[in-house]
Each structure stands twice: as structure tokens, then as C-alpha cells.
């Protein structure tokens, strides 16, 4: 448990950064749970990652979250990636122990899942084929979470083959990478289908996906919060797709985190949600 003495520090390192909502999400349970603390967001380089990083423990951080571009970087730098960080290939969370060796996890899978969990309670991962549009470090968590919760094939599309490639080839079964130009057809007969690219981010291109082909009863995701509806989920929800967007991921992943952190499991509770969603 954190000590009532001792000021307690967080943040989110990213490139660009200042859009995130985390710190509204984490300074909210601060202020929930009575805690003399502050979580800012920290723009950094991708260069200026390693030095970023050395520096948190000196300033007297607990711990920092990591976002685009930085969360594979970051397996290079930390001294311990954790089991599900190395299976994933990605860092999401940093820890700082007392001696000031950095640890990393990946949260953004325990986030995603949790959040299709939230809103659709009767969800499962084993319903159907799952067609997964992208290949970064988003698109390695929400992979190894839905094989982990039992898919049984996940169809991996990608604009660069060979980054989908690497993606199946280091998990193996159920993943299989298909050519960019297969992406219409591989939502045929899908049960899921989720958007891991910044395509649809305010300030991006939308996502060059046609959805003719996707059954009705499939459902559509985004890890996209900004904005809550991107044209992928909005043309999705048109059609008669339930949909979920990716602001419950990023509000889950924050509870693994604190508890890392500072000991404390918080709530991701309705007002939070309602808050976070009036600012976006």
C-alpha cells in the first residue's frame, strides 16, 4: 500500500502524447482514493526513450505507462520484461523498483480483453474466425490475448506482409498472415473483426477496409478512443455490427498498472468512463 508521506508520481511516455487520456484516468483514482499524487504526460523521442527511462527513478517515479512509439523500444531498455511482455514482444507498463532497476509488462492485453468483456458480457473468442488489421505492438497484445482466450483462427492483414509474417510465425497457430490485398475478402464468414492501426485516429486516414463481405452478427473493435467512433466502427454500426471502441482498453489496462505501482486495484467505474467521454 502507498505511504500517506510520500508524494506519489506517474506518467505516459509517447510521441506525439499530449491527446492522451490517461492522465485524467490515473489522476482521477488519485484523487478517488485520497492519494497525494500527480500522473503527467512525458512527450518523448523515440531517441530520447533510454534517458527518459534512467531518469524516472532519480525524479522519484513509481512508474510510467508507454504508448506509440515506444513500447517495443523499450524491451531493449528496461533491465526485466516479464513473461507476457516478452510472449507479446511489447512493453506497455514500466515499473521502478527501490534499488531503481525498470521492470516491464504488457497491460494492453489484459486492457482489450476486459474491455470487449465490459460491453458485450457474452462474447467469446472461440465463436468464430477473427480478422486482426494491423501488425504493431497493439496488434501483438490483442493477438496473444485472443489466442489466449481460446481463438481458434485469427486471420492477421497488414499493409507490410512481412511485419504480419514475423507476427505468425513468432506465435504460431491460431495466427495466419495474409496479403494486404485479401483484406476485403478475409472478413467473409468472421465472427470479430479488429482495427490494432491508427487508421481512423483523428488527423489519420481513415481504414482502407470494405465491409461487404462481414457478417451482420460479427463484431467490430477499434483500440482507437480519439474519437470514440471511427469511421471503421461508425460504417460497421450502420450496417448492423455491434461495435466497441477502445476507451474501456485503455481505462482496464490502467488497473494492472496501479496495483503495480502503488499497490492499490481501482475501479473502473461508469462516472469514470462518463468523465473521460466528455472530454473526447
Known amino acids: 500500500m502507498a505511504h500517506p508521506d510520500r508524494f506519489l508520481l506517474a506518467g505516459v511516455m509517447g510521441w506525439p502524447v ?23 504526460p512525458l ?27 515506444h513500447k517495443q523500444q523499450a524491451m531493449k531498455i528496461v533491465d526485466e520484461a516479464d513473461t507476457l511482455a516478452r510472449s507479446i514482444g511489447a ?50 497484445a490483442v493477438c496473444y490475448g485472443l489466442a489466449r482466450e481460446g481463438a481458434k483462427e485469427i486471420r492477421l492483414l497488414n499493409r507490410t506482409f512481412a511485419r504480419a509474417k514475423g ?3 513468432e506465435f504460431g ?4 498472415a495474409l496479403p ?23 488527423g489519420q486516414p481513415s481504414l482502407d477496409v470494405r465491409l461487404d463481405k462481414l457478417p451482420k452478427s460479427a463484431l467490430a473493435a477499434d483500440i482507437i478512443y480519439i474519437p470514440l467512433e471511427t469511421p471503421f466502427l461508425a460504417a460497421a454500426r450502420k450496417r448492423g455490427n ?21 499497490g492499490i486495484d481501482p475501479e473502473v467505474t461508469p462516472e469514470l468512463r462518463a468523465m473521460v467521454e466528455r472530454t473526447i
Open 18 to 40: 499530449m491527446h492522451s487520456r490517461s492522465p485524467m484516468l490515473h489522476n482521477y483514482w488519485f484523487k478517488q482514493h485520497g492519494l497525494a499524487g500527480n500522473y503527467v
Open 43 to 69: 512527450a518523448i523521442r523515440p531517441e530520447g526513450l533510454a534517458a527518459a527511462l534512467g531518469a524516472l527513478h532519480p525524479l522519484g517515479f513509481a512508474g510510467c505507462n508507454l504508448t506509440i512509439p
Open 91 to 140: 512493453i506497455s507498463c514500466v515499473v521502478v523498483s527501490a534499488d531503481g532497476s525498470l521492470s516491464g509488462t504488457n497491460n494492453d492485453c489484459y486492457g482489450f480483453i476486459h474491455n470487449i468483456r465490459q460491453e458485450q458480457p457474452g462474447w467469446r473468442a472461440d465463436a468464430g474466425p477473427i480478422a486482426v488489421i494491423g501488425a504493431g505492438g497493439g496488434s501483438r
Open 167 to 169: 507476427i505468425a510465425d
Open 173 to 176: 497457430k491460431p495466427i495466419d
Open 180 to 202: 494486404w490485398e485479401q483484406r476485403h475478402e478475409a472478413l467473409e464468414g468472421a465472427a470479430m473483426v479488429v482495427n490494432t492501426t491508427s487508421c481512423g485516429m483523428v
Open 242 to 262: 455491434r461495435t466497441v471502441n477502445g476507451l474501456g482498453m485503455l481505462l482496464n489496462q490502467g488497473r494492472p498498472a496501479w496495483k503495480a505501482w502503488f
